[in-house]
Nanobody, 119 residues
């Protein structure tokens, strides 16, 4: 059974840090690009960060550039999002996505983990 399971969300004060994890099972992530998205209430889903197969390329949205870092470990079948200098506008459900680099039908999503930035 293919699964992506996120963890690491929670309540944090502005300026704080969190590290989100996404563990894949039922498939190997080696041929997949991996991304973190977020969705806040009443807003569209937003791409936050993505990392290419082999970690050769990392891209970030303007809103998180310099504050968030995406990384992957294909042996552990995992992707992480290190978030620092968190702001209230970072509050959202964060979702992990795995998309095969050539086979577009192989596109998987996790259930999400809630991140709340508030004092």
């Amino acid at each position: 059974q293919v699964q992506l399971v996120e963890s690491g969300g929670g309540l944090v004060q502005p300026g704080g840090s969190l590290r989100l994890s996404c563990i894949a099972s039922g498939f190997s992530i080696g041929w997949y690009g991996l991304s973190w998205y977020r969705q806040a209430p009443g807003k569209e889903r937003e791409l936050v960060a993505r990392i290419s197969m082999g970690a050769g390329t990392k891209d970030y949205s303007d809103s998180v550039q310099g504050r968030f870092t995406i990384s992957r470990d294909d042996v552990k079948n995992a992707v992480w999002l290190q978030m620092s200098s968190l702001k209230s506008e970072d509050t959202a459900v964060y979702l992990c996505n795995a998309r095969h680099t050539t086979l577009s039908d192989f596109d998987y999503w996790g259930q999400g983990t809630q991140v709340t930035v508030s004092s």
